[in-house]
């Protein structure tokens, strides 16, 4: 691995079900996010986490939850998708909380 | 509330300079992130800055000036390459990143 994965690429969904989308990284950065991107709203923050073992709240963190249990990994928790969640998702993460952040390549969600 | 504006879209031409600008209004400030965001990809990072002035880097400059709550980002010698989402981000009081909409470069031969 390096840098920074996610899984899946791409996913469609029934309204309704439950998914993990899964984000690692391996460069040992403290600090974890997961973003989701709309047209035209740029990135909103769902969840973070500034260390291994604390999660925060972002802007829109509604409907979803995040764990961190250990450096590397962050998956982010849909319990029961509704259509509104469609969108790209975006995992980063960051060496410090104010740092430059990198970003994995996305996921795909349509939830039907 | 927190508002980051940028132009939604601009168009160019190859060779050219264009400045993308981008104005803040933010709960505090701890610096402002550049970004670049090609097409169905993620964002990656172009520039930083925290003090006001501006910070050179090839063929990409980023201004900034806090007392305005304004920042630009240069692109000179514009390739095809180019075309993109740029995307301005503040960290505000509480070190997260509040992000502009990003602005659509079209980079015309």
């Known amino acids: 691995i390096a840098g920074i994965t996610q899984a899946p690429t791409s996913q469609i969904l029934a309204a309704g079900r439950r998914m993990t989308l899964r984000c690692t990284q391996d460069?040992?950065?403290?600090?974890m996010y997961w973003y989701r991107q709309d047209l035209g709203l740029g990135l909103r923050l769902i969840h973070y986490s500034n260390t291994a073992g604390t999660t925060g709240k972002g802007e829109v963190p509604d409907g979803y939850s995040v764990s961190r249990a250990n450096t590397d990994d962050f998956p982010l928790t849909l319990a029961s998708a509704v259509p509104s969640q469609t969108s790209v998702y975006f995992c980063?993460?960051?060496?410090?909380?104010?740092?430059?952040?990198?970003f994995g390549p996305g996921t795909r969600l349509l939830v039907l | 509330g927190q508002n980051i504006d940028q132009p939604t879209e601009m168009t160019a031409t190859e060779g050219a300079i264009v400045q993308i600008n981008c104005t803040y209004q933010t709960s505090g400030f701890n610096g402002l992130f550049w970004y670049q965001q090609h097409a169905g990809e993620a964002p990656t990072f172009l520039s930083y800055n925290v003090l006001d002035g501006l910070e050179e880097k090839g063929r990409f400059s980023s201004f900034l000036s806090r007392s305005k709550g304004y920042s630009y980002l240069l692109l000179k010698e514009l390739q095809m390459k180019d075309s993109a989402s740029y995307l301005c981000a503040v960290v505000d009081s509480n070190y997260q990143l509040i992000w502009g909409a990003g602005t659509k470069l079209i980079i015309k031969p």
């Open positions: 460069m040992r950065h403290n600090a």
């Open positions: 980063a993460s960051s060496p410090g909380p104010q740092e430059t952040q990198y």
